[in-house]
T-cell receptor
Framework: GQNIDQPTEMTATEGAIVQINCTYQ??????LFWYQQHAGEAPTFLSY????GLEEKGRFSSFLSRSKGYSYLLLKELQMKDSASYLC?????????????FGTGTRLLVSP | DSGVTQTPKHLITATGQRVTLRCSPR?????VYWYQQSLDQGLQFLIH???????AKGNILERFSAQQFPDLHSELNLSSLELGDSALYFC??????????????FGPGTRLTVT
């Protein structure tokens, strides 16, 4: 089976940088996604990593280390609107190519 | 706006009843996925359809069923409803199915309340 761990909650200040970690265990890793979800709304796609290294997209970056089963999402120049849950999701060959297994999410609270 | 539509937005019904949730994928997307999100729970994968065929099943209860129609819209049927079925139900779509990873685009969800 799969096991995905993320911190439950984090707090940060507007303008700061925050790193949200995700560790996973799967038998056939085939990609990792990060989604943002505001309360009561749909998740929206942020980033995708399948090879080791850093993917940068504006204020957001995502890093992957397959050997360590580890990823992080880095948010820079935090804004109040970044207060949301951040979901790490893993694609596993053993469970079907397009089945994503989601972590329970990290709730980020950005304060002024 | 992801381009995925879901109806209804809210649904309140009683235990033992049956409901149908509807999803229309983004134009051109052949894959539809259904997820359940309970309070304080992560997104739980229920089922995946590709071009009308079931492709993968998650921990979907036997009381739940789904189908994808020739026009690619999908319906999730929930029967013999229990209080614990109260949740947000999301539909997502992606371009295709297979070895290549495609991001999934989520609809706004249907909030089901069972009383």
């Amino acid at each position: 089976g799969q096991n995905i761990d993320q911190p439950t909650e984090m707090t940060a200040t507007e303008g700061a940088i925050v790193q949200i970690n995700c560790t996973y265990q799967t038998s056939g890793f085939n990609g990792l996604f990060w989604y943002q979800q505001h309360a009561g709304e749909a998740p929206t796609f942020l980033s995708y990593n399948v090879l080791d290294g850093l993917e940068e997209k504006g204020r957001f970056s995502s890093f992957l280390s397959r050997s360590k089963g580890y990823s992080y999402l880095l948010l820079k120049e935090l804004q109040m609107k970044d207060s949301a849950s951040y979901l790490c999701a893993v694609r596993d060959r053993g469970t079907g190519f397009q089945k994503l297994v989601f972590g329970t999410g990290t709730r980020l609270l950005v304060s002024p | 706006d992801s381009g995925v539509t879901q109806t209804p937005k809210h649904l309140i019904t009683a235990t033992g009843q049956r409901v149908t949730l509807r999803c229309s994928p983004r134009s051109g997307d052949l894959s539809v996925y259904w997820y359940q999100q309970s309070l304080d729970q992560g997104l739980q994968f229920l089922i995946h359809y590709y071009n009308g065929e079931e492709r993968a099943k998650g921990n979907i209860l036997e009381r739940f069923s789904a189908q994808q129609f020739p026009d690619l819209h999908s319906e999730l049927n929930l029967s013999s409803l229990e209080l614990g079925d109260s949740a947000l139900y999301f539909c997502a779509s992606s371009v295709a199915s297979g070895t290549t990873a495609y991001e999934q685009y989520f609809g706004p969800g249907t909030r089901l309340t069972v009383t």
